[in-house]
């Protein structure tokens, strides 16, 4: 069983930044894609970012590609998403997602684990 732990969220001014963070239990972690979700009140839950099990291969939803940057450390456990120049529109509560693959996935349902959330809101 893995268990994700996201922070970092907050309130922020349209322009700013912020990184998020998640932490990893468990002994898999390094053998796992991890990936980056995010879902907006009253919509489904969209994919931001993935990345693989070394950390050599990573994409985006074009919605982000070039202000969000996702990356791993892997004696930490930890997976982050810097954000930068954020955007009213990129308000959401944000997960953070483990998958048993090594290989990054898009998809919501290829993912094994989640964690609880942590909430960005972006004013303008």
């Known amino acids: 069983q893995v268990q994700l732990v996201e922070s970092g969220g907050g309130s922020v001014q349209a322009g700013g930044s912020l990184r998020l963070s998640c932490a990893a239990s468990?002994?898999?972690?390094?053998?796992?894609?991890m990936g980056w979700f995010r879902q907006a009140s009253g919509k489904e839950r969209e994919f931001v970012a993935t990345i693989n099990w070394s950390g050599g291969t990573t994409y985006y939803a074009d919605s982000v590609k070039g202000r969000f940057t996702i990356s791993r450390d892997n004696a930490k456990n930890t997976v982050y998403l810097q954000m930068n120049n954020l955007k009213p529109e990129d308000t959401a509560v944000y997960y953070c997602g483990s998958r048993r693959s090594r290989l990054t996935s898009i998809g919501v349902p290829e993912y094994d684990y989640w964690g609880q959330g942590t909430a960005v809101t972006v004013s303008s």
């Open positions: 468990g002994s898999t972690f390094s053998r796992s894609a």
